[in-house]
């Protein structure tokens, strides 16, 4: 069993295949937590806590006569708030009568086969026999509140999940004023903090800091998860590597403003709390009605954050991500870089028919295809096509692309609209808007409420239609515009607060109801790139729009900051034009293509100004791709060199669990004259196997191995140990030029290694 129930000492463990989580009720109902490390028996930890005095720390009422026992420094699951935790609150609220907080104490428990879901939001997923369930039912007497605590626990992925359920089981209305996922108490170590800051055009950048005494805030308040802070944190023993040492991350599975603290108190404690972000939240319970607060995803490792990075990326893809079309999207060309709102149906026919005899599976209409819409100044909300651009209408070119042996994909922003719109004129209180102020504007449009039921029901309904009678096969869902004005016409004044919260509920729903009708239909995920790449977005879109920028040097950052958390099949890659449109670099042809490997692959940029030998590149790198799809989707992935590429050569790699491949990458940043190669350490071989390098591409072009400047490395039938190329590693010779670039296959040959040559 994951979870035990030890009755004698009151404590509730929970074991993944490596670790063990272990909590325990005290004497006067408090929900302590004792543990989360390595697995270890099941017997009782508490005595890893010295009860010591609390210094002008209070006392619960019971524990009056003590001064060794206090909330204010005990490690809790779900800490309380004006009860004498002068620590985070996991939940704050106020009662009709104006009194705020709560005490909550254990009432019961109970241990279910299978995961728990949550209603309205998404959740990871597992059959009975992948997952068992912990409730913990909490409850603070004087108002009534109940809190149901969620723990799924899935042994043979290592991870547990966290969620509660706050249920207002008294007879007087409740205002939730926060209301987390997760509170977890880590009593002992020396921790430093990884957090994912960054801005549009440059997400995920990876920052590692110590901790100091006091809060550290990783947050958004701009109605999406954002570029700007994603919601995942790791904590990082100061010694902890790649590859060594003891990491905890905490991943929540939510698409708003969203907030998580990290405190260093008095006594050394740290505790992560995470959830909505309360600044712009507020919830009102009538007696009866609960409130899901969104998921957390825990995992917890000693072999540092390569390990870290594997156990989310597996668990994301088995048990966050509900489409069967993950890592199975066709290689695709969009529209936007190539023709931007400048196309006619016949030009875009032409489009199609040199993207398929390059080998192009998809062609994705982009921006401009619906309403009035030549420019990002109108026609949002207006989701029927613009005949004066396509006069045969979608489904003709829909039929003429499915012709040349293609499928077709479309751009759609259904979230947002224009002033300049038929819908805006119809409905502008479905806008958000504040009463009586003009409001800001992003990209000329506003938001709609997407809480409204009316919204949500229009939207399905116009886009279900385009969908079924276009034969649409995918659709790239963006969302350019951060939420201001957040005021809902539909709400009353004092449940305004709700209006933020609701947004994303009526997102997930729409989200839901499409995926649902149409499952044969690939969803991607994009906010301005990459402004809502979160696990919750995953669970409806199997890849999300990694970056607005598709500059191939500054793709190394980005894709590898969000390799640390997410799967490299759910992050949306392209080769795009050079010089690049974002920054103005040129990057080798090859290169860009290495760098758009480790994604989903496909091709922002205009056929017809190809060159014939790019053309032929492109076909190369089109079957190399297909080649190597399952290896770099589902294959670990090792990021060879420091995350935030500060050196000259950026090197990742990609292994199969068993060992019977590894693909190494390698990006020369910045060339050195009278340099000494490029030295790195493969991972994830067999240390007693032997291997040879099947292939070498050297920028985009296959290398014949024996009749290469670089045959003096790669010389064919040339055989290394696993344990060789861990240990002691590979060196390149010096790869002079704009942006180098190389791969090389190793592959696992069936012999014995006498020697090396």
Avoid at 493 to 512: C, F, K, N, T, W
């Amino acid at each position: 069993m994951a979870i035990i129930y030890n009755t004698e000492h009151r404590t509730i463990t929970l074991h993944t295949g490596r670790t063990t989580y272990q909590m325990q009720i005290d004497p006067n109902g408090h929900l302590l937590h004792l543990y989360y490390g390595a697995r270890v028996p099941d017997t009782s930890l508490a005595y890893l806590y010295v009860l010591t005095d609390c210094g002008f720390s209070p006392n619960s009422y019971e524990s009056r006569y003590r001064r060794d026992i206090s909330l204010d420094i005990l490690p809790q699951e779900y800490s309380s708030c004006n009860t004498g935790d002068y620590r985070l609150p996991a939940l704050d609220l106020s009662a009709d009568n104006g009194a705020w907080g709560t005490d909550l104490r254990y009432v019961s428990h109970d241990i279910l086969p299978g995961k728990y879901h949550l209603p309205g939001l998404p959740a990871s997923f597992g059959s009975e026999s992948e997952a068992e369930t912990l409730s913990v039912l909490l409850k603070d007497e004087a108002t009534g509140t109940e809190v149901t605590l969620l723990y799924g626990v899935f042994e043979d992925a290592d991870m547990i999940t966290r969620a509660a359920m706050i249920r207002n089981a008294g007879s007087r209305t409740i205002r939730l004023e926060k209301a987390s996922s997760l509170c977890l108490d880590v009593p002992f170590g020396q921790w430093d903090l990884l957090h994912f800051h960054g801005r549009h055009c440059m997400e995920r950048m990876p920052e590692r800091q110590r901790l100091i005494h006091g809060i550290q805030t990783v947050s958004s308040r701009r109605g999406a998860s954002s570029h700007h802070q994603n919601p995942f944190v790791v904590l990082m023993d100061h010694a902890a590597t790649e590859t060594s040492g003891v990491c905890l991350g905490a991943m929540l599975a939510y698409s708003g403003s969203h907030r998580t603290d990290i405190e260093l108190d008095q006594t050394g404690l740290v505790r992560i709390v995470s959830g909505i972000n309360e600044d712009t939240f507020a919830w009102e319970l009538a007696p009866g009605e609960t409130f899901s607060a969104p998921e957390v995803l825990l995992c917890w490792t000693d072999q540092g954050l390569g390990d870290i990075s594997h156990h989310y990326h597996r668990f994301l893809l088995n048990h966050m991500i509900r489409s069967k079309l993950v890592n199975r999207c066709p290689i695709l060309i969009n529209t936007w870089e190539a023709m931007m709102f400048d196309f006619t149906a016949e030009r875009l026919m032409h489009f199609a028919q040199d993207a398929a005899e390059l080998g192009i599976g998809m062609l994705v209409l982009d921006d401009g295809w619906f309403g009035n819409r030549n420019s990002d100044n109108s026609g949002l909300g207006d989701w029927t096509v613009n005949t004066s651009k396509l006069p045969g209408g979608l489904l003709e070119i829909a039929n003429g692309v499915h012709a040349l042996g293609m499928k077709f994909g479309l751009w759609i922003e259904p979230e947002m609209v224009n002033e300049d719109s038929d819908l805006y004129r119809a409905h502008p209180d479905w806008a958000l808007s504040v009463p009586g102020r003009k409001p800001s504007m992003g990209r000329n449009q506003l938001v709609l409420d997407m809480g409204r039921c009316e919204v949500v029901d229009a939207l399905f309904e116009m886009l279900s239609t385009l969908i079924s009678q276009n034969g649409i096969d995918y659709i790239k869902w963006d969302m350019n515009r951060n939420m201001t004005d957040i005021y809902s016409h539909a709400l009353p004044e004092e449940r305004q607060p709700e209006a933020s919260h609701r947004y994303i509920l009526g997102v997930y729903d729409l989200m839901d109801r499409l995926t649902t009708a149409f499952p044969e239909v690939l969803f991607e995920g994009c906010a301005g790139g990459g402004g809502r790449f979160d696990a919750g977005m995953l669970y409806y879109t199997p890849q999300i729009w990694c970056s607005d920028d598709t500059d191939a040097i500054e793709r190394l950052t980005i894709q590898m900051g969000t390799s640390v958390g997410y799967p490299i099949a759910t992050v949306g890659a392209h080769v795009s034009i050079c010089p690049n449109q974002q920054t103005g670099r040129t990057v080798p042809f090859g290169t860009r293509a290495l760098t758009a490997m480790s994604g989903t692959f496909g091709y922002e940029l205009d056929p017809a100004h190809l060159t014939e030998e790019e053309k032929s590149q492109v076909k190369g790198q089109i079957e190399r791709f297909k080649k190597l799809r399952e290896l770099i989707g589902t294959g670990r992935y090792h990021r060879l060199s420091d995350f935030n590429c500060e050196q000259d050569v950026v090197a990742w790699e990609f292994s199969k669990e068993d060992g019977s491949q590894a693909l190494l990458n390698l990006v020369v940043t910045h060339p050195r004259a009278n340099g000494h190669g490029s030295h790195v350490k493969l991972r994830g071989l067999c240390s007693d196997a032997v291997y040879r390098i099947a292939e070498a591409v050297f920028e985009g072009r296959q290398i014949v191995l024996e009749s290469t400047s670089l045959s003096e490395t790669l010389l064919e039938d040339r055989r290394f140990s696993g344990a060789s190329l861990m240990q002691a590693g590979f060196t390149l010779p010096p790869l002079l030029g704009d942006y180098p670039s190389v791969q090389l296959l190793f592959e696992r040959v069936d012999e014995v290694l006498e020697c090396v040559r």
